[in-house]
């Protein structure tokens, strides 16, 4: 087959992406830049305004308070997410009878959707009424106002986020199934104790999959969007759960203001890709691309 | 075993078994009160067995506010999300294949650069394309239709691609040379030697579309205006603002009609899922 050939038959085959990747990513990633510098409402013409949008937005109090917000909940939910995460994996990794039966059992909360997650934990969570109260009432804790109390409504959403760690744990598991035996075993011979040889054993040679869940977990939670949107109508109680997510939703569809709501997608983009960077460059030392290439 | 190993096993059952109690709680909440009669929904202390089973909640909430103006049957959702996911599973396979085909097995001017770019688009976060997509379906005239929902999956996604990418590239190359000595097209090589081979892997693809499509709800929230249209997760949204707060049993049996069919799916392809998903975590 002529080289000419060959690149048709190839362009042939990759056709529709082609035309999704211009259409869908490429022309949208392009026009919101453009559009995030013109007042822009859909209804009308856009109209290049400059910088104006990015002005207002810093000095826009709803918009520190949306970013204040996802901030404090990704400081929380992460690590916890992770711990979580690696720690259950861990634990099923261990290879005790019945691990099959627990890492269902993990795994089945992530599978459900997010509107019902909302709804499922608006009744858990309910002041009044709310199951999760009445647990704590039987062992004497006076559990708090999870849904009305500004202070508690984040760590609702962190308790909801942790419930939904399946999919990470199945990802870590995998990690840890691909950490060779004698590796372990080597340590063991050399007197290493259980910590020892998860410190400086196990936890190494996964580092990579950490790393992974790390920044899929970023990418994620500065998103966060269905779960407050569905539990805590407009960010209640007193704007505690307005997420940037959120924000910018409301700023392209409630409000109309679509450059703004570009804007506001930009910054996050930008965020993403420099918490990103951060994370590889931070990490560089501690991650490790060892064995067979599989990480 | 050594009797330190013994009190170690224990110990780690011990806390799996607890975790458990705590990951499964929740759920066994939510069909407990699906299954109640209304008032023990709110009894103290928290009635776990309802004193008699509730099956015709589900009915009732299949058809809650039938005497209100403007009602549309939960049954109606069902059907809109079925459709979608139809259109967008198959869209997705019939795609992805040919694109993932295109990059792992064929070798054309610029294909590792336009992989590349493929793989960073997974960085960019929907709401930066948020609005330029909703500009362009609103110039096509497709807001409150389903095509927005849909017509995209036909066009390939990164995520699909990858994964169907290193999947097509374990199966030997020798297979598809030999086809071709035997006068085999491009075309018959994808068909008849490749794709039979890599099931598993497009069976884990349109699994996860399948998921995603049934679960999503900001795509339906942006595109969707009429409640006709909506589908289940939308539905149960505005289920819940509308009645919320008020019949709990109803409102965990919507909820549980939108669980169930993902675990029942999930508990029948249980092993391609979990390899699916330790796939995603392995670059």
């Not at chain 1, 002041?127 to 006076?142: D, K, Q, S, T, W």
């Not at chain 1, 104790?193 to 790393?211: A, E, G």
């Not at chain 1, 109309?256 to 951060?278: D, E």
């Not at chain 2, 929904?41 to 015709?56: C, D, F, N």
Request: net charge positive.
């Amino acid at each position: 087959m002529s080289k000419r050939k060959q690149n048709l038959v190839g362009y042939l085959f990759a056709l529709p992406w082609f035309i999704g990747f211009s259409v869908f990513l490429a022309y949208p990633l392009v026009a919101s830049i453009y559009f995030s510098f013109c007042d822009y409402s859909v209804l009308k013409k856009p109209v290049f305004i400059g910088l104006d949008n990015y002005r207002e937005l810093f000095a826009d109090e709803v918009f520190w308070i949306t970013v204040k917000n996802t901030a404090i909940y990704a400081a929380i939910s992460l690590p916890a997410g992770m711990v979580m995460a690696l720690g259950l994996a861990m634990l099923l990794n261990a290879k005790v009878p019945g691990t099959t039966f627990f890492r269902t059992v993990f795994f089945l909360p992530s599978l459900v959707p997010m509107v019902s997650l909302a709804v499922l934990w608006l009744w858990i969570l309910n002041g009044e009424h709310g199951v999760l109260n009445e647990v704590l009432r039987m062992v004497g804790i006076r559990g708090p106002n999870w849904l009305g109390d500004p202070a508690w409504s984040k760590p609702a959403l962190v308790v909801l986020g942790v419930w939904g760690v399946g999919n990470a744990v199945l990802i870590y598991l995998a990690g840890l199934q691909d950490v060779p035996a004698s590796l372990v075993e080597a340590a063991e011979l050399d007197g290493a104790s259980p910590w020892q040889k998860t410190r400086h054993v196990t936890i190494p040679m996964i580092s990579p999959v950490i790393l992974f869940n790390l920044i899929t977990g970023i990418i994620g939670t500065l998103q966060v969007f269905t779960v407050p949107y569905v539990m805590f109508p407009g960010g209640s109680p007193a704007r505690s759960t307005y997420f940037y997510a959120m924000y910018l939703f409301d700023n392209a569809f409630l409000y109309n203001k679509m450059g703004y709501a570009s804007a506001m997608g930009w910054i996050m983009f930008l965020a993403i890709f420099a918490l990103t960077m951060l994370s590889l460059k931070l990490t560089e030392k501690h991650v490790h691309y060892g064995g067979g290439g599989t990480a | 075993m050594k009797r330190r190993n013994l009190l170690a096993v224990f110990g780690i059952e011990v806390v799996l078994i607890a975790m458990s109690v705590l990951f499964l709680f929740p759920l066994l909440w939510l069909v407990s009160t699906a299954l109640k009669p209304i008032e023990e929904t709110m009894r103290v202390p928290p009635v776990w067995i309802p004193s008699k089973l509730m099956w015709t909640n589900f009915a009732d909430a299949m058809t809650y506010g039938a005497d209100k103006l403007g009602y549309i049957p939960f049954l109606v959702y069902a059907r809109n999300t079925l459709i979608l996911c139809v259109l967008v599973v198959a869209g997705t396979v019939a795609s992805n294949t040919l694109v993932a085909y295109s990059f792992a097995r064929l070798k054309w001017k610029g294909r590792d650069a336009m992989f590349a770019a493929t793989l960073a688009t997974m960085m960019v976060p929907f709401p930066v394309l948020m609005v330029p997509t909703f500009a362009l379906f609103r110039h096509l005239e497709w807001i409150g239709t389903f095509r927005p929902l849909w017509v995209p999956a036909w066009f390939g996604s990164a995520f699909s691609i990858f994964l169907l990418r290193q999947f097509f590239r374990t199966i030997p190359f020798e297979l598809s040379e030999a086809a071709k000595i035997d006068g085999a097209s491009e075309w018959r090589v994808f068909r008849d030697v490749v794709l039979p081979l890599c099931k598993p892997a497009i069976a884990v693809v349109a699994l996860f579309s399948f998921m995603g499509t049934w679960n999503d709800f900001l795509g339906p929230l942006i595109y969707l205006l009429d409640q006709k249209t909506f589908t289940l997760a939308l539905g149960l949204q505005f289920y819940q603002s509308q009645h919320g707060g008020t019949q709990w049993n109803l409102l965990m049996a919507a909820s549980t009609i939108v669980v169930a069919p993902v675990i029942v799916l999930f508990f029948f392809t249980q092993r391609l899922f979990i390899q699916g998903i330790a796939l995603t975590g392995l670059k």
